[in-house]
């Protein structure tokens, strides 16, 4: 990535972080005070914690693959199928989680993260088949 300076010269910006994960990693783009943005780079057959955050509230961009995203916010659990061009708005205390039905890109735009701010109920990893059979079979299409 370029931005030309003051001076009308080109430089080359760095990522602020790259975070390596079992599911595949995630590129920070910028983190301040102010907002945070990431692209996550999601592995077929995997998927990342179910989680909440206290602090933090996140929108999901889909760039690219099929990823299936999981919700439960007051009672209230959601299961459906995300493809390019999709968006996902996770508020405070809501749990999420997101496996990837297909090598995909995703774009999070959020509030300030904190790695303390992270609260997971069930870890990230490998899915086997049989388990996202049956949750496919919960889907609505």
């Known amino acids: 990535m370029q931005t030309i300076n003051a001076l009308g010269q080109k430089q080359k910006m760095q990522l602020v972080n790259f975070a390596e994960k079992e599911w595949g990693h995630e590129e920070w783009i910028v983190n301040n005070d102010l907002y945070c943005g990431k692209k996550l780079i999601l592995k077929k ?3 990342c914690s179910m989680h909440m955050h206290k602090v933090k509230d ?3 961009y889909i760039l690219s693959g099929k990823v299936l995203m ?3 916010f007051e009672g209230e659990k959601t299961v459906k199928i995300m493809e390019a061009g999709d968006i996902q708005h996770i508020k405070i205390n809501m749990l999420h989680r997101f496996t990837g039905l297909e090598d995909s890109q995703i774009m999070e ?3 300030f993260h904190m790695d303390s701010d992270s609260y997971r109920v069930e870890v990230s ?3 086997a088949q049989e388990e996202l059979n049956n949750i496919l079979s919960k889907v609505e299409f």
């Open 58 to 60: 996140e929108t999901f």
């Open 125 to 127: 990893g490998k899915v």
């Open 70 to 72: 999981e919700t439960e």
């Open 45 to 47: 057959g995997f998927r």
């Open 109 to 111: 735009f959020s509030t």
